[in-house]
């Protein structure tokens, strides 16, 4: 039944390592997004993917890779970790181009601590 | 500079109490969104605003969209414990495509 899906919903490791999170909607759209969220609960957006296609890739540093390998599927995988990646990334979907309002629907997060 | 300045950052209230978020911005937004989110999980929608001046209630939440479409406001009437979380409005920059967050209201209210 769950709508925008995400795994791991921890992970930690160290420094320099490779990870990827997974993320999955049952829910139809036909858009996709990766937001990050800080310490201080600023959500900003890092990507988005309709169709499988990028549409939005924010000022994001090249070490984060994004792939969707159908419209229900959106992965992020990131090279080289740092320190500052330690964040709660969230993966959403919307109806996109379909809907006027682009309204959000958010996965569960995936904590993400570097040591 | 954040796009759209959110107020207050914190807000601390005894059950009972009525308070008001507000969400501003110099920029004119297509629709204006508001999501709560409750620790450990995602954010969810709780409403969407599009017209000028629309006003939509939802329960004890009451949220309006400035005439102008740059800001919007929150207010919920008689809080409760349950009312706890963060409050995050969102504004949808171009038709379509991206949302611009504010930086979120925590809000706590104690019984």
């Known amino acids: 039944d769950t709508a925008v899906s995400q795994t791991p919903k921890y992970l930690v490791t160290q420094m320099g390592n490779d990870k990827s999170i997974k993320c999955e909607q049952n829910?139809?759209?036909?858009?996709m997004y990766w937001y990050k969220q800080d310490s201080k609960k600023f959500l900003k957006i890092m990507f988005s993917y309709n169709n499988k296609e990028l549409i939005i890739n924010e000022t994001v540093p090249n070490r984060f890779s994004p792939k969707s390998p159908d419209k229900a599927h959106l992965n992020l995988h990131i090279n080289s970790l740092e320190l500052g990646d330690s964040a709660v990334y969230f993966c959403a979907s919307s109806q996109g181009r379909a809907s006027s309002y682009n309204e959000q629907f958010f996965g569960p997060g995936t904590r993400l601590t570097v040591l | 500079t954040q796009l759209l300045e959110q107020s207050p950052q914190f807000l601390s209230i005894q059950e009972g109490e009525n308070l008001t978020v507000y969400c501003n911005s110099s920029s004119v937004f297509s629709s204006l969104q508001w999501y709560r989110q409750e620790p450990g999980e995602g954010p969810v929608l709780l409403v969407t605003?599009?017209?000028?001046?629309e006003v939509k209630k939802l329960k004890r939440l009451t949220f309006q969209f400035g005439d102008a479409r740059k800001d919007s406001s929150l207010h919920i009437t008689a809080a409760q414990p349950g009312d706890t979380g963060l409050y995050l409005c969102?504004?949808?920059?171009?038709?379509?495509?991206?949302?611009?967050f504010g930086a979120g209201t925590i809000l706590r209210v104690k019984s």
């Open positions: 829910l139809g759209h036909d858009t």
């Open positions: 969102a504004g949808d920059m171009e038709y379509g495509n991206k949302l611009v």
């Open positions: 605003v599009v017209t000028g001046g």
